[in-house]
């Protein structure tokens, strides 16, 4: 098959927060199947030490809840890994496939001719199957089922403060490499996950040096269009009576890297009937971090699709298959995101 991908993103490095994507079986399996095995064995090989603990604690870091995480070998089983790596990793040998900086406006039914996209720069292009894999605001999803709803179920501040020895040696082990809480009793909360690599990216791999990724939620409605370093002083202020090492993350947090995210989660989709125009990931079943599961969902997307297109039926026939699949488990998924006790961008 000839594929073609668009991304309105000028290049891969265009986004330098670093956060990482937590991989379960499901999706680390799906990216085996999507990927050449040395890519998947390079993903592993640059993969974040996992969580060997889960500790809730009061904002004097006073444990409430904690349990041991049973250890997994990264690989099948699931890993984290750096979303700049990951996306590196799936950009290698495909460099001549994507096309940065084309921005999809709108397509256009060309009957048994396919679908024509039209880009913001005014160019198009031709094709028997368009995939809208553009994320939660996906405009494919706009003109394919417009009226597709997205709640908004709240939100969150991401900060990420860089994890050099002098802060590792300062903080205590429960805010370290554990999957964390830190809940105060009007409801604010941080977590903090430990992002660190068994070892050096490779060349050419970005290198991403360690660093603590924190989420704060507080009460209230979120800061209107507020600047990262508005939103690093909220985080400031939440925190100014909280145990001296949560302040000390938060103080030293890289600044500019703050940023405010709006917990979505979409509502069921009814099946359309566009003959060459699908959709993939967030841009049909976005849903809230909370359970970890978006990119997860995204990856078997992929891996249905694909293993469903060359079955030399027609292109009609397998996208029809793969809808009636994705449809299925992704809001599956998006329900048990909205029910998870532990998501941790609850709206309060
Ligand atoms: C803070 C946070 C933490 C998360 N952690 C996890 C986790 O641990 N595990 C997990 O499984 N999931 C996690 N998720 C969810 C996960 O990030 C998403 O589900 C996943 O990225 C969805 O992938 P996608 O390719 O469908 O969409 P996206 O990653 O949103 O990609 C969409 C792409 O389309 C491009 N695009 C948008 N509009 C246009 C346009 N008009 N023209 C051209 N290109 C366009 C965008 O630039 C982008 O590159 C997390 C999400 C967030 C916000």
Known sequence: MSVAVYE???SSAIRTQGYRISLKDNGAKA???CLPTH???????TSIRSATRMVFMDTQLRPKFAKPIPPIEPGLAGF???RLTLREILLTGVEDIVHFGKTFDHY???????VRAHFADGSSVEGTLLVGADGT?????????????VDNLGWAVYGKTPLTDDLLAATPDELIDTFNRVIAADGAAISIATCRTASPAPEPLTDIPGYLSW???AAGPPPGGPSPHELHELATATVVDWAPAVRRIVAEADVPATFLLAITSAQPVTPWQAPAVTLLGDAVHTMSPGRGDGANIALRDAQVLADLLPLGRSSAAAKAEYERQMLHYGFAAVAASREHPFAPFRPR
């Open 215 to 217: 989420t704060m939620s």
């Open 39 to 45: 890519l998947f064995d390079l993903a592993v090989a």
């Open 31 to 33: 990216l085996h199947a």
């Open 108 to 114: 256009e039914e060309l009957g048994d001719e396919g």
């Open 8 to 10: 309105r993103d000028t």
């Open 137 to 149: 605001h996906s405009p494919v999803r706009r003109q394919l089922v417009p009226d597709a709803a």
């Open 80 to 82: 984290g890994v750096n």
